[in-house]
């Protein structure tokens, strides 16, 4: 059972349960999945890795979101926005760790011959596939730049 279906027998039972968060979180995930399938020139079913990019890109929205309810005092809505990210992070592929990704870097720094920050681009696309939906790209761009930029 695809990931697009797994949401929907989810949708189902959270409906049943009258889990509000829950099935309001998957009726909007699965409405950004329906929104980019149908953008576009021709309607398309979006294979798994690119649910997961909608899946991230929509778990990144409650994250900034969250962020900027707390810092406008609003710890309500903030708490909304993250308990949202949450039901879409079990859908996500396991977090690598920042280790992890540091390890990456130091290998696609050496397979691609990067040698400073310009060569920034170069890494980020060695790494990009090996790291989609499963870590936050500015804690990734940001370990680059460090990466590149001589320090660890």
């Known amino acids: 059972m695809g990931l697009k279906e797994t949401l929907k027998t989810d949708l189902t039972e959270a409906i049943r349960s009258s889990d509000k968060v829950v099935s309001g979180t998957i009726r909007m995930v699965l409405t950004a999945i329906t929104n980019e399938e149908v953008s576009g020139k021709e309607a398309r079913v979006l ?3 690119e649910i997961i990019t909608v899946l991230s890109r929509e778990a990144k929205k409650r994250r900034e979101a969250a962020e900027e309810f707390a810092k406008a005092n609003r710890p309500d809505k903030a708490a909304e ?3 949202e990210g949450e039901v879409i992070a079990k859908y996500l592929p396991a977090q690598l760790s920042e280790d992890d990704i540091k390890k990456m870097i130091a290998a696609a720094v050496a397979s691609t011959g990067a040698a400073g920050p310009g060569d920034m681009g170069k890494v980020m696309g060695a790494i990009k596939p090996q790291i989609a939906g ?4 500015a804690l990734v761009s940001s370990l680059v ?6 320090g660890n």
Do not use: F, I, M, R
């Not at 499963?134 to 790209?137: Q, S, T």
């Open 134 to 137: 499963k870590a936050d790209g």
């Open 145 to 150: 730049k460090a990466a590149l930029s001589g």
């Open 81 to 83: 926005e993250k308990a």
């Open 47 to 49: 294979s798994e890795d």
